[in-house]
């Protein structure tokens, strides 16, 4: 099991070890997950030629899911006009994938400029998590210690099935942008 580091959060430093206990080095996530060089648990969601879509490498919440431009930018203030759409259209649509296969009924979505690589929470809002850490913004960081001190094989497997029911979903909606 791995412990809680908050130092060692793929964000904070050039490595990590994935809920499946795969380590990777890379220099930064965010372009090593565009570039294929870090695969994310389950694979990726989707993908276009601006953004990707996967589960979050290191906490395995089932629901929590990050958007990240392939471009290394750091604020949605840098955004073309064709990525801020796609970014805005795929955060909706993640949301409302969620929903319709019924693993959530809300987030919170949280981006930071002080990340080195844009990318987009979309943070599942569970009532058992809500009932022990409370609501908002302020409790993610409590959830996140909670789940990576306690990964469960169960929670890893509810993460990686959500993985495959959601890239089922989007290549519904690909498919339904190309008609």
């Known amino acids: 099991m791995n412990t809680f580091n908050e130092e060692n959060l793929a964000g904070n430093s050039k490595e990590a070890i994935d809920i499946l206990g795969r380590k990777w080095k890379y220099d930064c996530m965010s372009c090593a997950i565009a570039k294929g060089e870090l695969e994310l648990p389950g694979g990726l969601i989707f993908e276009d ?8 490498v290191e906490i395995p919440l089932n629901g929590f899911i990050i958007i990240a431009t392939k471009r290394h930018i750091n604020s949605i203030s840098e955004l073309t006009d064709d990525e801020r759409y796609d970014l805005i259209d795929y955060i909706a ?12 009924e809300k987030v919170t979505i949280v981006q930071e400029e002080r990340a ?32 990576k001190d306690n990964i469960t094989d169960e929670e890893i497997q509810k993460c990686l099935e959500t993985v495959t029911k959601l890239k089922e979903y989007f290549m519904e909606v690909k498919d339904g942008r190309n008609k």
């Open 116 to 147: 080195n690589h844009l990318h987009v929470w979309i943070f599942p809002c569970h009532k058992e998590y809500e009932e022990k850490f409370g609501k908002g913004v302020g409790s993610i960081k409590d959830i996140c210690k909670h789940i």
């Open 93 to 104: 649509e993640v949301i409302k994938a969620l929903k319709d296969l019924n693993i959530i």
């Open 49 to 56: 030629k601006y953004i990707t879509i996967g589960a979050d």
